[in-house]
T-cell receptor, first 117, second 110 residues
Framework: NAGVMQNPRHLVRRRGQEARLRCSPM?????VYWYRQLPEEGLKFMVY????????ESGMPKERFSAEFPKEGPSILRIQQVVRGDSAAYFC???????????????FGQGTRLTVV | GQQLNQSPQSMFIQEGEDVSMNCTSS?????WLWYKQDPGEGPVLLIA?????ELTSNGRLTAQFGITRKDSFLNISASIPSDVGIYFC??????????FGTGTQLKVEL
């Protein structure tokens, strides 16, 4: 059973370009979470999705950022018109059910490191 | 929003020593988890706690869910070089999402 797969591992974009980050959850997991990590900091929650639905996007910047988790295919985090401040590591996690249920855990991918030049 | 304060921020210890780190919150959490992150990698789950007062071990690691539900600690016994990394506490409060602590960087001297 493969873990959470993220690609690309590294992404370089010029200011103003678009960045697309992909996340394939673990098999059987229908809950996906995106986090952003700046250097020397912890992970900050961005968005929580279930298949075809955004459940909680309270951590997403209001502009330029969007996320989806379609019925088929990976979850996508999209950043339009990137700026230098978007440079960070973006992690995706998945879980089979709600995190507050006993023995329900979130597993993380290896992340995508976005560098905006 | 909910915040988790983790201490110490960093530790530099000798191989074989025991390590203790903790995490406190200004609000109640329903679950506590401890993750380890190696450079260039994603966080890996070490221990999960689901009930106030729960004490759980995983090999040389022991963690407890504080009785007030506002804190948790992680102990590592007899540290070894591969314990080096950043340790994060995380928890779920209201809502189905994890809130992460600020991290404790552990360095082990041979």
């Amino acid at each position: 059973n493969a873990g959470v797969m993220q690609n690309p591992r590294h992404l370089v974009r010029r200011r103003g370009q678009e960045a697309r980050l992909r996340c394939s959850p673990m098999k059987g997991h229908s809950h996906v979470y995106w986090y952003r990590q700046l250097p020397e900091e912890g992970l900050k929650f961005m968005v929580y999705l279930q298949k075809e639905n955004i459940i909680d996007e309270s951590g997403m910047p209001k502009e330029r950022f969007s996320a989806e988790f379609p019925k088929e295919g990976p979850s996508i985090l999209r950043i339009q018109q990137v700026v230098r401040g978007d440079s960070a590591a973006y992690f995706c996690a998945s879980s089979p059910s709600y995190l507050q249920r006993p023995n329900t855990e979130a597993f993380f991918g290896q992340g995508t490191r976005l560098t905006v030049v | 929003g909910q915040q988790l304060n983790q201490s110490p921020q960093s530790m530099f210890i000798q191989e074989g020593e025991d390590v203790s780190m903790n995490c406190t919150s200004s609000s109640i959490f329903n679950t506590w988890l401890w993750y380890k992150q190696d450079p260039g990698e994603g966080p890996v789950l070490l221990i999960a706690l689901y009930k106030a007062g729960e004490l759980t071990s995983n090999g040389r690691l022991t963690a407890q869910f504080g009785i007030t539900r506002k804190d948790s600690f992680l102990n590592i016994s007899a540290s070894i070089p591969s314990d080096v990394g950043i340790y994060f506490c995380a928890g779920t409060g209201g809502g189905n999402k994890l809130t992460f602590g600020t991290g404790t960087q552990l360095k082990v001297e041979l």
